[in-house]
């Protein structure tokens, strides 16, 4: 699905703004009536952010079901013969969506684009009433699963009352709402759909290969320019589907987010119908024995696992938030990230174009494993998650597919990979991912027990999250280097491809001191990560180190988070803690003197 883009021909309205906003009954009711008149009683609610910090109450921030939220907008006239595509960014986790007491469109997955062509479904001498009721259940056929559970509260004067919780297995608060814009997409009626790129380097030429869908009749014609940076057409073709070459191209690397503009104009006679400009990099990727190669050199990578998460907006989109974001990753000299555990917005990844970091694009499959139970064995893990599995890889490839960033696929983080049905489960979503993509190496990340794994020989390359003098041996320093090294080389043993550790880290409220280093102090945690670094500086299989966590972030209640989890090497408020002066002197080689740069 094409990010929406204006131009000449093009134009993008954006409703994000204060919508009405309400409740629906806790639990799985839909109260669909509520779709036909304007909601009454309703309170402000700012669209994109989630909406659980924002309502001031208990019920607000732990609702579990359906919420509603709606606006009116008007629709020019001069639309009448255009070609409109409501288009919603993200809402997490269902949506139904009304125009004018008509529903048109359903989504189920938190983090992804969809919408509905509504070009004959607007009004154009009056107001559109927009409705979008928003579901935060997570079952055993949704990504992240969840359970929904009744407790009940039994006390001694004799009275009982149930609640509806929301039980799940990953470590995020599940934070729900219209989470990323609501845009009217205004284009021609015949004009561009799709554009499915691909990267190559031969010798000192750039390949980029196109394919495009359009709506149009027969006789219309695309034509396609490569424009680089200074605006000079690099390359021309004709055609749907065709190959451009650039000689001596400018190459999109880390650190150097160089982009050209693959322009596809669309035209009938002289008529030009439609154009539709894609930023593109032009770089390759690849794995060579314990080698993760972009333009055919050897990348490691440095950074973090991130968390869309913030202060009072929890996971609604905020531009500033994520420019600060970038500017902090360049700062700490961090050239990558995983997009952990879920697909981040559009805008963040379009960011990590132009600004060169490199990207572990990974689906929302997190928490697919329980401490008393098997997930796959016991076939809490069927066919209908497998399926809504195989939905969100083809989700999440085809909406980011042409960005230079992205250079591998995780299908999972942490899954149950000790049972036996975890196998032929990854293998079935591997295959599909392959499928959808072969140009770029695809990986799942693990944990548990090194020697239990059923299923990481699948990969092209293996991600490892672990904890040792953390989870496993907590305060003993001493065992971290040793565990990890004994884990790392019996996953290498196994599977005799390279390694990133895609999590390490200790939680750390930013202002406890200790020494000698206890726990929870900002000691600590430099302590714990300088033990890693030791094995990973030893093992040329390590091809990469991601620190848990870039920030601190929020999580569900419990008596292990301090008002969530606190691993950040900056704070919530994107302060830096003492290991942030740590990790940037070994990625960048500055002291906590030098300020600038
Ligand atoms: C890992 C999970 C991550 C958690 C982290 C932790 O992948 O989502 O937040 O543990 O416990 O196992 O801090």
Redesign the pocket.
Same mark, same amino acid.
């Given at each position: 699905m094409l990010y929406p883009r204006p131009s000449e021909t093009r134009q993008v309205v954006d409703l994000s703004g204060i919508w009405s906003f309400k409740l629906d009954q806790p639990g799985e009711t839909l109260s669909e009536q509520w779709a036909r008149q304007p909601l009454d009683e309703t309170e402000p609610m700012p669209v994109p952010a989630s909406y659980n910090d924002i309502c001031q109450t208990i019920a607000g921030r732990d609702h579990v079901g359906w919420a509603w939220y709606e606006r009116e907008f008007y629709a020019d006239p001069a639309w009448a013969d255009r070609h409109i595509f409501l288009r919603l960014g993200s809402v997490t986790h269902h949506a139904k969506v009304w125009l004018n007491g008509k529903l048109i469109a359903e989504h189920k997955g938190g983090y992804m684009p969809f919408g509905a062509d509504v070009s004959e479904k607007l009004i154009h001498d009056g107001p559109n009433r927009l409705a979008v009721a928003v579901s935060n259940i997570l079952d055993w056929t949704t990504l992240p699963p969840g359970e929904v559970v009744a407790r009940k509260n039994s006390y001694p004067d004799g009275r009982s009352e149930t609640h509806l919780t929301q039980s799940y297995f990953?470590?995020?608060f599940n934070y729900a709402g219209i989470h990323r814009p609501v845009r009217l997409v205004v284009s021609p009626k015949s004009h561009i759909q799709e554009i499915a790129t691909t990267t190559e380097l031969e010798a000192d030429k750039g390949l980029v290969r196109y394919e495009i869908e359009a709506e149009a009749p027969s006789d219309a014609k695309l034509s396609v320019a490569l424009v680089d940076a200074a605006g000079n057409a690099v390359a021309r073709s004709e055609g749907a589907k065709g190959a451009l070459e650039v000689a001596d191209p400018q190459l999109w690397q880390p650190g150097e987010g160089y982009l050209y503009q693959l322009e596809a104009r669309l035209s009938s006679g002289e008529k030009l119908l439609d154009v539709y400009r894609l930023p593109i990099g032009i770089r390759s990727v690849e794995l060579r024995g314990n080698e993760f190669l972009i333009n055919g050199k050897p990348f490691y990578f440095r950074g973090f =696992?991130k968390h869309e998460d913030m202060d009072v907006k929890g996971k609604g989109l905020d531009d500033a938030i994520n420019v600060k974001d970038f500017n902090l990753l360049k700062w700490i000299g961090a050239n990558s990230f995983r997009t952990?555990?879920y697909p981040y917005s559009e805008e963040i990844m379009n960011l990590a174009d132009e600004m060169g970091f490199v990207v572990i694009d990974e689906s929302p499959a +997190?928490g697919m494993w329980d401490k008393a139970r098997e997930v796959f064995d016991d076939g809490l893990i069927g066919d209908e998650i497998l399926q809504h599995h195989f939905d969100v890889m083809e989700e999440l490839i085809r909406r980011d597919r042409n960005h230079p960033c992205v250079v591998a696929w995780s299908v999972a !983080? @942490?899954t149950a990979s000790w049972e036996k049905g975890a196998r032929p489960y990854l293998e079935k979503v591997l295959q599909r991912t392959r499928e959808l993509d072969s140009t770029r190496p695809i990986t799942c +990340?693990f944990?548990g027990n090194p020697k239990k794994c059923q299923a990481r020989d699948l990969f092209d390359f293996v991600c490892l /999250?672990h $904890?040792y003098g953390w $989870?496993e041996h907590p305060g003993r320093l001493e065992v971290s280097a040793p565990m990890l090294e004994n884990c790392m080389k019996t996953v290498y043993d196994n599977c005799q491809v390279p390694i990133v550790m895609t @999590?390490y =880290?200790a939680?750390t409220i930013a202002g406890f001191h200790a020494d000698p280093p206890e726990m929870f102090s900002e000691e600590y945690q430099c302590a714990m990560l300088e033990e890693f670094h030791k094995v990973f500086d030893k093992l040329d299989y390590v091809i990469g180190e991601h620190v848990? /966590?870039f920030a601190d972030f929020r999580?569900k209640q419990g008596i292990t988070r301090v008002m969530g !989890?606190r691993?950040g090497v900056f704070t919530r408020q994107r302060q830096p803690k003492q290991a942030a002066h740590l990790l940037r002197e070994r990625w960048t080689g500055k002291k906590l003197g030098e300020w600038s740069g």
């Open positions: 990953h470590d995020f =696992g952990s555990h +997190v !983080n @942490e +990340v944990h /999250n $904890y $989870y @999590e =880290g939680d848990w /966590n999580t !989890n691993k």
